[in-house]
Nanobody, 124 residues
Framework: QVQLVESGGGLVQAGGSLRVSCAAS????????MAWFRQAPGKSREFVAT????????TYADSVKGRFTVSRHNAKNTGYLQMNSLKPEDTAVYSC?????????????????WGQGTQVTVSS
């Protein structure tokens, strides 16, 4: 079993930057693919980015490509999402997920473990 806890959310002005973290405990997650999803008010959860267990492979949603960077530090059992050039439409609860079970990497059904999420609010 793996527990995931996000941190680092907050309020930032449009154009600003923020880094959210995902700390894993329970057992090492270095072998697990990790992903970030977000859910805005009144909308379904959407895929943001994913990173392989080694960190060598990453994939991004078109809406964040070139602005967001996903990374991980396996020795610290922590994943990160660096968000630059933030826009008001990036406002959402950001959640991390781990352990890819198969299917589409962009599907919420594909991951075994989830954190509770951290709120990111971008003001215009």
């Amino acid at each position: 079993q793996v527990q995931l806890v996000e941190s680092g959310g907050g309020l930032v002005q449009a154009g600003g930057s923020l880094r959210v973290s995902c700390a894993a405990s329970g057992r090492t997650f270095s072998g697990y693919t990790m992903a970030w999803f977000r859910q805005a008010p009144g909308k379904s959860r959407e895929f943001v980015a994913t990173i392989s267990g080694s960190g060598s492979s990453t994939t991004y949603a078109d809406s964040v490509k070139g602005r967001f960077t996903v990374s991980r530090h396996n020795a610290k059992n922590t994943g990160y999402l660096q968000m630059n050039s933030l826009k008001p439409e990036d406002t959402a609860v950001y959640s991390c997920a781990a352990r890819f079970k198969g299917g589409s990497y962009a599907s919420t059904e594909a991951y075994a473990y989830w954190g509770q999420g951290t709120q990111v609010t971008v003001s215009s």
